[in-house]
């Protein structure tokens, strides 16, 4: 089973079940009254998505004045053009996004270009310079091609509407 959680949107349903069964769960809140229901459960982090319709890092700081104690996963309308204004926030639990591995690049094996943007995410969270990475990478590569034979990508993205097979990555 899953380890945790992350959805798009708050359902207080899957919400409980999650909490009941030892589960993380992470869901979607952009509004104070889904933030609140979920503070009210006991959640201290949630998915703010999608970021970029809800005011980006101004909307995530907005809300940190009311909910100080909430962290946010914003996801959805970031790029390594506005990654490095999330950077450094105390608000900010995670970053999430699809900039960094995009379907298209899994599916057509175009590994480069996800390696590409994981030295640059790297570089512009860290303000570092990122060395060395290629060997590693390349392992990666070759460890997930060996366990995956056929050349099918795995999956990264299962929904559905069972509670108890509620998956969202």
């Not at 009941?20 to 998915?47: F, M, Q, W, Y």
Request: with cysteine.
């Amino acid at each position: 089973g899953a380890t945790f959680i992350v959805t798009p949107g708050f359902d207080e349903e899957i919400v409980r079940f999650c909490i009941s069964n030892d589960v993380l769960i992470v869901p979607g809140c952009v509004t104070p009254s889904e933030i609140t229901r979920a503070h009210k459960l006991g959640l201290e982090v949630v998915k703010f998505f999608p970021a970029n319709v809800y005011g980006g890092i101004a909307g995530c700081s907005a809300l940190h004045g009311p909910f100080s104690l909430m962290k946010f996963i914003p996801n959805g309308g970031i790029s390594l053009s506005n990654l490095s204004s999330y950077t450094g926030k105390p608000f900010i639990h995670a970053i999430g996004g699809g900039w960094l591995c995009s379907g298209k690049d899994m599916q057509n094996g175009h590994y480069e270009n996800i390696k590409k943007a994981a030295i640059q995410s790297v570089d512009t969270l860290l303000d570092l310079k990122a060395e060395n990475v290629q060997t590693a990478e390349e392992s990666l590569y070759e460890n997930m091609i060996s366990a995956n034979p056929t050349g099918i990508p795995p999956l990264t993205h299962i929904s559905t509407i069972n509670i108890k097979r509620a998956i969202y990555h």
